[in-house]
């Protein structure tokens, strides 16, 4: 009797000790699952803080039509933000000069939580200044606008480089007749690609001159265009053109009439003819993926001003052999290998305006900076053939929300 008390005391022991061990287990089994959990929410936290949703507004000061640098600014924005889907995007164009307008988008858009903001298009005034000013939280992305507030981001993309190269190509491709260009408008980044142009001409052939039509009224039909850019190619005796690339408003004229023209390279834009003599490749989302990155990294560093040129590829510009003489083909390749370096400038002086005015001094070069600034003269090979009126900017505007997986 008293071995089975013994037995049975043994027997109650173990199974209070097993209780026990299961319930420290258990315990602590609890208490790692608790712990796990916290870990997972508190990570389950930190991705959520990471991937939460920014707000951009991007203003477009003109209407967006498709094959203008805009346009594939716009894309090339997109894009950029298809890596980032956490970013929700509202796109608005055809402010046009509305500044009382701006302001009042850009309150709406205050209102929403957001803070950053991209305007292209715009001209630096003091309503825009005041509108950087008001909104002092909201970090500001211009284009092609030297910045000076805290809050306002510049990115300016050197095309008027390829315009330059451009410009040599012309000169270097045509012996018998004129060469032309065509302008939508003589704002100051028109002005800028325009002498550019004009200087790489004087560069390769110093006695041509560079005939320059305005278009005008970008109320236009593309038949009215067609009749006018005709007048001037003929009236002149053009057999190379150029012009504004954003849009084209002179291309279809010289696909149909065995112009030699350049190109600004976009989908479903090809010669019929096949005589264009180079090509202007633009990427813009090389800029974007700079500036946004900053943005999703809730960066406070960016510096006030950005230069995006040929060295890095923003910007290309493609020669046909066929066309240039070949004994212009070594000096262009050497130009553009020195535009890679940096050891090659577009407004390097002396440079005499058409006035006879000497605009930038021998030993001089025109900064980044200072070609932000308003452009008011024209290169000494220039002659304008009619007098530009300034451009009326539409009013219509349009909000769109943009769908990522177009």
């Known amino acids: 009797m008293s071995s089975n008390n013994r037995d049975f005391a043994g027997l109650i022991a173990f199974i209070i000790c097993f209780l026990i061990i299961v319930s420290v287990v258990v315990l602590f089994s609890v208490n790692n699952f608790s712990l796990s959990s916290d870990t997972n929410a508190l990570y389950s936290s930190t991705n959520v803080m990471a991937q939460s949703s920014k707000k951009i507004y991007y203003i477009e000061s003109n209407n967006l039509e498709p094959k203008s640098t805009e346009y594939l600014n716009l894309h090339g924005f997109i894009m950029s933000l298809k890596k980032y889907p956490q970013i929700d995007i509202s796109v608005i164009e055809g402010v046009g000069t509305d ?28 309503a825009l200044g005041n509108i950087f000013r008001r909104f002092n939280e909201i970090n500001f992305f211009v284009n092609n606008m030297e910045a000076t507030d805290a809050n306002v981001i510049s990115y300016t993309d050197k095309n008027y480089v390829a315009k330059y190269l451009a410009g040599f190509v012309a000169g270097a491709s045509s012996d018998k007749g004129n060469i032309g260009y065509v302008a939508n408008g003589c704002g100051f980044i028109e002005l800028r690609n325009l002498n550019a142009f004009a200087i790489g001409l004087h560069k390769a ?39 504004t690339n954003s849009p084209c408003r002179w291309c279809r004229y010289a696909m149909y009439n065995d112009l030699y023209y350049f190109d600004l390279v976009t989908r479903g834009h090809e010669s019929r003819i096949g005589n264009i003599i180079g090509r202007y490749h633009y990427d813009p989302a090389i800029i ?23 060295s890095d590829r923003v910007i290309k510009f493609d020669y046909n052999t066929h066309y240039i003489q070949k004994r212009f083909s070594d000096y262009m390749n050497k130009i553009i290998s020195n535009l890679m370096a940096g050891n090659e400038y577009v407004y390097s002086g002396p440079i005499y305006n058409n ?25 000494e090979n220039i002659q304008e053939v009619n007098e530009c009126r300034p451009s009326k900017n539409s009013k219509r505007f349009v909000i769109r929300m943009v769908n990522f997986n177009n």
Request: net charge negative; no cysteine.
């Open 205 to 243: 052939t110093p006695d041509k001159t560079l005939y320059v039509y305005w278009l005008n009224n970008s109320a236009n039909t593309d038949e009215q265009n067609y009749r006018e850019v005709n007048d001037f190619v003929r009236g002149y005796a053009i057999d190379v053109i150029d012009g």
């Open 99 to 126: 500044y009382a307008r701006l302001e009042e988008i850009v309150n709406n858009a205050y209102s929403k939580g957001v803070r950053y903001i991209f305007l292209s298009g715009f001209e630096k005034n003091n």
């Open 288 to 310: 974007f993926d700079t500036l946004i990155g900053g943005i999703v990294a809730n960066s406070r560093y960016y510096a006030s001003n950005y230069y995006f040129g040929y």
């Open 355 to 379: 006035e006879g005015l000497l605009m930038v001094p021998e030993g001089y070069t025109f900064t980044d900076e200072e070609l932000l600034h308003e452009m008011n003269w024209k290169n």
